[in-house]
DNA sequence: TATTGTTATACTCTATAACTATA
DNA sequence: TATAGTTATAGAGTATAACAATA
């Protein structure tokens, strides 16, 4: 395990958190659609991903407290992207599944995003997108519960 | 310039945002100083790297409108963290400086952060570490103004 | 008694609009 | 007339505390 105490670690440790911060801020300011937060775009994004989880593992995934997810998840379902089922084995529980249309507007986002990084992509030359490409799984790892 | 509208880097692209976007909510909650809140945090790193800027410009940097910029700027001279003085050139204008007290702050403050990013790095393993110091720069180039 | 999810409420952070002072 | 910064106000998003239902 690196030593992060000192050195150049402990650099790019700061540069990482920093950038993260601001990168994150200004990835706000450019949503795909308008009528949803970053937090809800991330949950389908979630979703998508596990096919299925509960409130409680969508709020502990996303890093908010469980009334945020109620509040989330209620407001996603008023707009047709997810289904709430009761759980099969514990009736406390519930079951979050996203919908056709949550699918559908997924695969538009990602079009729709692409324009905007492509103007971020002029200055980034190939080898600096590899890095990118190589680093992403790793920043998952990191974002994980 | 790559192709994101399609194969790996869409999928990349797509990892990315989501990474970003829920590591800084986990960074978020992994503040060092309590009494700041990450934007206001950045700020101090953001003079601690360029020496001095005005309020406009930092409002630009940080991805905040101007009317936010007065308040954390407000919040911060009144901790002593930053200075304010009148530009030398243009009397509408004000040039903000960091203390002392910020730098000593900031020090402080990467010990602690480190604290919690060993706590991390268990399960990363020296390659991934590596990808992560590769991207860096670059994640701080698409942070840039 | 512990846990899942919800309701009610308050707080933090940021934005927009309107204003002042200077260029 | 345009620009830098401020003041006043409103809104989005999240948290905490108290509660209901189930384990």
Redesign the interface.
């Known amino acids: 395990?690196?030593d992060?105490?000192q050195g150049?670690?402990?650099v790019?440790?700061?540069?990482?958190?920093?950038?993260?911060?601001?990168?994150?801020?200004?990835?706000?300011?450019q949503r795909v659609d308008e009528s949803l937060s970053?937090?809800e775009m991330?949950v389908l994004?979630t979703l998508a991903r596990c096919g299925r989880a509960t409130p409680g593992e969508l709020a502990r995934?996303?890093?908010?407290q469980p009334p945020s997810m109620t509040r989330i998840v209620a407001l996603l379902e008023s707009k047709g992207l997810v289904r709430l089922e009761p759980h099969p084995d514990d009736r406390r529980q519930k079951v979050v599944t996203q919908t056709e249309q949550a699918e559908a507007m997924l695969e538009e986002s990602?079009?729709k995003?692409?324009v905007f990084?492509?103007s971020?992509?002029?200055?980034?030359d190939?080898d600096?997108?590899a890095?990118?490409?190589?680093?992403?799984?790793?920043?998952?790892?990191?974002?994980h519960v």
């Open positions: 395990m690196p992060f105490s150049d670690d402990a790019a440790v700061n540069a990482l958190r920093s950038a993260v911060m601001r990168l994150s801020r200004r990835l706000k300011h970053p937090t991330s994004g995934k996303e890093h908010v990602r079009r995003r692409n990084l492509a971020l992509a002029e200055g980034l190939e600096e997108w890095k990118l490409r190589a680093a992403a799984p790793v920043l998952e790892k990191l974002a």
